[in-house]
């Protein structure tokens, strides 16, 4: 299993930013993918999920109406768009396979890890 984060960066407070993650070694179509982040000195937070299928979304109270996740499986990629960014939003962001194919608004229960994308929002 691999997952490849990339698209981080630095923008200024209200800019966007569109992470991607490509995921092999393992039938893409077949799990839910989320996004989990970890800010300097703090544990990692979930951000958001999407079901395979139809892709039924989920994110977390802190990102709702400006992140928007997606995936194309037929690419074996997961996106996340961030708009309207905060610096609060400062993180190492990572693409995430949940341990039982089903999404869970819990780190702990993701078992395969990317290697993570910075994302630095400041003025």
């Known amino acids: 299993v691999q997952l490849v984060e990339s698209g981080g960066g630095m923008v200024q407070p209200g800019g966007s930013l569109r992470l991607s993650c490509a995921a092999s070694?393992?039938?893409?179509?077949?799990?839910?993918m989320s996004w989990v982040r970890q800010a300097p000195g703090k544990g990692p937070e979930w951000v958001s999920a999407?079901?395979?299928?139809?892709?039924?979304?989920y994110y977390a109270d802190s990102v709702k109406g400006r992140f928007t996740i997606s995936r194309d499986n037929a690419k074996n990629t997961l996106y996340l768009q961030m708009n309207s960014l905060k610096p609060e939003d400062t993180a190492l962001y990572y693409c995430?396979?949940?341990?039982?194919?089903?999404?869970?608004?819990?780190?702990?229960?993701?078992?395969?890890w990317g290697q993570g994308t910075q994302v630095t929002v400041s003025s």
């Open positions: 995430a396979r949940p341990r039982s194919r089903r999404y869970s608004d819990s780190w702990l229960f993701y078992d395969y």
């Open positions: 070694g393992f039938t893409f179509s077949t799990y839910d």
């Open positions: 999407i079901h395979t299928g139809v892709g039924s979304t």
